[in-house]
């Protein structure tokens, strides 16, 4: 599902960002305050966590998908979206992506998700476990801040989760699974969810202990040098996005180690081996975009603070990250369980171009 978009008007021009997303969107001070802290908004492609920051005209605004409700009576994206499409040519469409006037846009349900899961997805499952490949652009599972915000009718008009599709896809419709871990959407690979409390418990119990293996396939523009990567991650490095502290008492700061280790290099990419000794949000991205070899397709941990974006001759189009494997405790055995999965074909095929211009 694409993220919503808008072109900021005149009657926009000099609000702050809350005023916009308020009046836009239906939306309370409260709502609008949330998106904003919660990195869910873009201004100019860039993450604004200024709710107070005053719009231009012409500026493009950018929520993340399925993060408001388009209400009846409210004002949409798609006028500033229009706007733009008469420069370039595209056919108007709904925020389904459907074309407008065609039936897909005059349905009410939650939109589907961009995913036609199969069983050739489910790696392994027992009563207790499932293990999933899973594929880029499907989100793991819903945050429970935003589950709460929402509520139960909102939740229809957000697309599927890759926790909301698997009961269905193992024939267990009325038996959630349980959520234990996530990968960011965009990646690619291996995430495990549980099938009873009892296993939710021993698997969330290792995955703090970071006594469970997870080694993660990356290719990156620039060679990073290969050891252990050791930082403290905060929410905000200076410039809205996460990185990096020098400061060991910074508040809210999380710490973050990565084994790396260099696979394969070809002129100015690599294949990135990374052991994850603790599972931050977003750590494989961040380390390896501040060891001056950001993920070929990133688009947020590519340059300093405050600096340019390294520049991308990848042609990737979205962080080329993969879980290739995980392993841990069976809950139920105590056995340890493993498994490894290539690289799904988007890689594959960002992988032989960088080859190709060594």
Same mark, same amino acid.
């Given at each position: #599902?694409?993220?919503?978009?808008?072109?900021?008007d &005149?009657?926009?021009?000099?609000?702050?960002?809350?005023?916009?997303?308020?009046t836009?969107?239906g939306l309370?001070?409260? /709502?609008?305050?949330?998106?904003?802290e919660?990195?869910?908004v873009?201004?100019?492609? /860039?993450v604004?966590?200024?709710?107070?920051?005053?719009?231009?005209?012409?500026?493009r605004?950018?929520?993340?998908?399925?993060t $408001?409700?388009?209400?009846?009576?409210?004002?949409?994206?798609?006028?500033?979206?229009?706007?733009?499409?008469?420069?370039?040519?595209s056919?108007?469409?709904?925020?389904?992506?459907s074309?407008?006037?065609?039936?897909?846009?005059?349905?009410?349900?939650?939109?589907? *998700?961009?995913?036609t899961?199969?069983l050739? =997805?489910?790696v392994? /499952?027992?009563?207790?476990?499932?293990v $999933?490949?899973k594929p880029a652009?499907?989100?793991? #599972?819903?945050?429970?801040?935003?589950?709460?915000?929402?509520g139960? &009718?909102?939740?229809?008009?957000?697309p599927?989760?890759?926790?909301?599709?698997l009961?269905?896809?193992?024939g267990?419709?009325?038996?959630?699974?349980i959520?234990?871990?996530?990968?960011?959407?965009?990646?690619?690979?291996?995430?495990?969810?549980a099938?009873?409390?009892?296993?939710?418990? *021993?698997?969330?119990?290792?995955?703090r202990?970071?006594?469970?293996?997870r080694?993660?396939l990356a290719?990156?523009?620039?060679?990073?040098?290969?050891?252990?990567i050791?930082?403290?991650?905060? &929410?905000?490095?200076?410039?809205?996005?996460?990185?990096?502290?020098?400061?060991?008492?910074a508040?809210?700061?999380k710490?973050?180690?990565?084994? !790396?280790?260099?696979?394969?290099?070809?002129?100015?990419?690599?294949?990135?081996?990374c052991?994850l000794?603790?599972?931050?949000?977003? /750590? !494989?991205?961040?380390?390896?975009?501040?060891?001056?070899?950001?993920l070929c397709g990133?688009?947020?941990?590519?340059r300093?603070?405050?600096?340019k974006p !390294?520049?991308?001759?990848?042609?990737a189009?979205?962080p #080329?990250?993969?879980?290739?494997?995980?392993g841990f405790?069976?809950?139920e055995?105590g056995?340890?369980?493993?498994?490894? !999965?290539?690289?799904?074909?988007?890689?594959?095929?960002?992988?032989?171009r =960088?080859?190709?211009r060594?």
């Open positions: #599902m694409p993220p919503i978009q808008f072109v900021v &005149r009657r926009e021009a000099g609000k702050t960002l809350a005023a916009v997303l308020k836009r969107y309370s001070w409260a /709502q609008a305050k949330r998106l904003v919660r990195r869910h873009k201004v100019s492609g /860039q604004e966590t200024d709710i107070a920051r005053r719009l231009k005209l012409g500026k605004v950018e929520l993340a998908a399925g $408001v409700e388009i209400k009846k009576g409210a004002r949409s994206e798609e006028k500033g979206v229009r706007r733009e499409e008469k420069r370039t040519g056919k108007e469409r709904d925020k389904t992506g074309p407008k006037n065609e039936p897909a846009a005059r349905n009410k349900r939650a939109p589907s *998700s961009p995913h899961l199969s050739d =997805c489910v392994y /499952q027992d009563d207790a476990v499932v $999933v490949n652009g499907l989100t793991t #599972m819903r945050h429970v801040e935003e589950a709460a915000e929402f139960t &009718r909102g939740k229809r008009f957000l599927k989760t890759l926790a909301d599709l009961p269905g896809l193992l267990t419709p009325d038996r959630p699974v959520a234990v871990h996530r990968i960011d959407r965009d990646t690619s690979g291996l995430v495990v969810f099938r009873t409390r009892a296993a939710a418990e *021993s698997l969330l119990k290792q995955f202990k970071h006594s469970t293996e080694r993660y290719l990156t523009r620039g060679v990073p040098p290969a050891g252990r050791e930082s403290i991650l905060v &929410r905000d490095r200076g410039d809205g996005r996460r990185g990096s502290s020098t400061d060991f008492l508040e809210g700061g710490r973050a180690i990565t084994h !790396v280790s260099v696979r394969e290099t070809f002129g100015n990419f690599a294949l990135v081996e052991r000794e603790t599972g931050r949000t977003h /750590q !494989v991205r961040i380390h390896l975009g501040e060891a001056d070899a950001p990133e688009n947020v941990y590519d300093p603070v405050n600096g !390294v520049p991308d001759g990848s042609g189009r979205r #080329m990250l993969h879980a290739a494997r995980l405790a069976h809950p055995t056995d340890a369980v493993s498994w490894e !999965v290539e690289p799904p074909e988007d890689f594959q095929q960002v992988w032989a =960088c080859r190709t060594e």
